[in-house]
């Protein structure tokens, strides 16, 4: 199993900057793509970042400029790098990883943080 224990929410000013961590522990073969999501009261949850093993990102539209997503795979640790923070980036964001629990696993188990909540003001 693969814990991810989120760390680095907060309050923020419109045009300031937070860094989210996410270690993941347990027992697990290796991660696969990991990733950041949030979601904001009223709405769907969404795809913030993702990064994959070989460290091939891709961000949805909103944050790309401002977010970066990076990982230290010694450490099993992603983390999300935001800047000119806006009160639209308001919501609890979730860590996600692709776990393989064992050698020759076909596909990957999904798991999720617990989540950190992100604050915004105007």
């Known amino acids: 199993q693969v814990q991810l224990v989120e760390s680095g929410g907060g309050l923020v000013q419109a045009g300031g900057s937070l860094r989210l961590s996410c270690a993941a522990s347990g027992s697990f073969f290796s991660l696969n793509a990991m990733g950041w999501y949030r979601q904001a009261p009223g709405k769907q949850r969404e795809l913030v970042a993702i990064i994959t093993s070989g460290l091939v990102t891709n961000y949805v539209h909103s944050v790309k400029g401002r977010f970066t997503i990076s990982r230290d795979n010694a450490k099993n640790t992603v983390y999300l790098r935001m800047n000119s923070l806006k009160p639209e980036d308001t919501a609890v964001y979730y860590c996600?990883?692709?776990?393989?629990?064992?050698?020759?696993?076909?596909?990957?188990?999904?798991?999720w943080g617990q989540g950190t909540q992100v604050t915004v003001s105007s």
């Open positions: 996600n990883a692709e776990a393989l629990l064992f050698p020759g696993q076909t596909y990957p188990y999904d798991y």
